[in-house]
């Protein structure tokens, strides 16, 4: 039982927008494709490779409580984790000047939560699971141990339910905040998601494993949670993903330019996970990590954190509808070239929308006319042809549709109810409406670029003038190639015959 990843399972629990269903609020036109699924949303699980959320209750400060934070300093130095930060409420704080380049802190293997670790744990059984789902359990495990676990320190300081500023434990009031956001609707989807995959575990028996009254779903879903949140996953890491101890409070707190990386040491190559700072820090000064380039609504869905200013950044998620007559070639063209029927692209207000959005879009928008590029026998060679415009009418059916689309999902980010402003707004209002302005100007800059390329389809090149110019058929006709219709072309008139 492989359970799904949080994209994945938001993908089974949502009511895809078929026909001429596109962006936040169902758009109809008469310009849009039956054979669009679009998906407004932040893809559920952003930077992710784990599952979903919700929590138990107890009062706990944001991020490490004070009085549990030399305990967790004394457990730490003596795994071997190597530290020239301060542990704080708000994470990792330089407590000396670091040049471009220094090594912040690095965490130790022996303090990791892993595959390897979940599966000493709970045994065998958990190879049936994904990696984030093995070590969310250990961690609902450990954390149902007390003070007897090997973990205890750590687990000690992690905030409890009411103190993540993850949307999915916000409040119904805060939740409005987010209304028309890509961030609400994949909240929305994602209980029903957690529920699911914790029935799942239930008739697997995995709460067997777990002392009476200790695995529940809010528990669970705590344990998701937090693994979720202070995950990282590197491709050379035996299962791909753990918990750094240490590391994690970086992944909990304000972005910032640090990078979090993965290095091996000594003569056994030890695997040890590292922040490095990317610029000069000065003692005092926060570290926090550039989360790899995700979007502020990724980070505020995953993290509960938000960039503030910069550029604004959108996640756009279509797919190719089932219905399409045309589906199964183009699913096959996707999965050829390394993309899924349902994709995902990163709009940002500083730069073009994604060439692979187009592309993507040209080809769900292929119709009877253009069909032809879809045969088998330029399968290799149909997703190339996708990136530059395919004919008149299948850019100007692809342009429309995403003007559509992101005009669309504006207008609701406009009509929802205002945030609370001013001095007195509290910090989850604050992370709202980071993600809200990130959003509309990320959306703003997409429709005026795609209006601007919509005013030029008659200057581009089309598949076919590009293909007769390949083939040197774009030319004007020698003399020598014009054939007089009145000639005797028959076999005894020819003179060698």
């Not at 929590?55 to 003596?78: I, T």
């Not at 342009?399 to 005009?407: K, S, V």
Request: hydrophobic content about 40%; some cysteine; proline content about 5%.
């Amino acid at each position: 039982m492989a359970l799904f990843e949080w994209s994945q399972a938001a993908s089974m629990h949502k009511t895809m927008l078929i026909a001429m269903a596109l962006g936040c609020s169902v758009l109809t036109s008469a310009f849009v494709p039956s054979s669009v699924v679009f998906r407004h949303a932040s893809g559920a699980r952003g930077m992710v490779v784990g599952r979903h959320k919700n929590l138990a209750l107890r009062n706990s400060v944001l991020g490490l409580k004070a009085a549990d934070n030399s305990a967790l300093v004394s457990w730490l130095e003596e795994n071997g984790v190597k530290n020239s930060c301060t542990l704080t409420p708000e994470g990792l704080q330089a407590s000396s000047d670091l040049k471009n380049g220094a090594e912040a802190c690095s965490s130790s293997p022996k303090v990791y939560l892993t595959e390897a670790t979940a599966k000493e744990a709970l045994g065998s059984k958990i190879d049936e699971l994904d990696t984030e789902t093995a070590i969310a359990l250990q961690l609902l495990l450990e954390k149902s141990k007390g003070s007897e676990s090997f973990w205890a320190p750590w687990i000690a300081t992690l905030p409890e339910a009411d103190a993540f500023d993850v949307p999915f434990f916000w409040s119904a009031d805060e939740k409005k905040f987010l209304e028309g956001t890509t961030v609400a609707t994949e909240v929305e989807e994602l209980e029903d998601a957690l529920r699911d995959e914790f029935q799942q575990l239930q008739t697997a028996g995995w709460g067997e494993k777990f002392p009476d009254g200790s695995f529940t779903f809010e528990n669970y879903a705590w344990a998701v949670c937090t693994t979720s949140a202070r995950s990282v996953t590197f491709e050379k890491f035996p299962g791909k993903t753990l918990v750094a101890p240490l590391i994690d409070n970086a992944l909990t707190s304000a972005p910032g330019s640090a990078k979090v990386g993965l290095g091996f040491e000594g003569m056994f190559r030890e695997p040890r996970i590292k922040v490095t700072v990317s610029q000069t820090s000065q003692s005092g000064s926060m570290v926090g990590v550039d989360f790899d380039g995700k979007s502020t609504s990724k980070l505020l869905f995953r993290h509960g954190v938000a960039k503030e200013g910069g550029a604004g950044e959108v996640e756009a998620t279509f797919a190719v509808s089932p219905l399409d007559r045309f589906a199964d070639d183009k699913f096959d063209i996707l999965e050829l070239n390394g993309y899924e029927a349902e994709q995902s692209f990163v709009l940002r207000s500083d730069s073009p929308p994604p060439e692979a959005m187009m592309a993507f879009m040209r080809l769900v928008c292929i119709k009877a006319q253009d069909a032809f590029l879809l045969e088998s026998v330029f399968r290799n060679d149909a997703w190339g042809f996708m990136l530059d415009p395919v004919s008149p009418e299948n850019e100007e059916l692809a342009l429309d549709t995403l003007i559509a689309t992101f005009e669309g999902a504006l207008e609701e980010l406009l009509d929802a109810p205002p945030i609370p402003g001013g001095a007195g707004a509290s910090k989850r209002a604050k992370l709202a409406q980071a993600v809200r302005e990130s959003e509309m100007k990320a959306l703003r800059a997409a429709i005026v670029f795609l209006e601007q390329d919509k005013k030029t389809l008659d200057e581009k090149e089309y598949y076919q003038e590009r293909r007769l110019r390949s083939l040197n058929l774009d030319r004007p006709v020698d003399d020598s190639e014009i054939v007089d219709p009145d000639i005797d072309f028959r076999r005894e008139n020819v003179p060698w015959n």
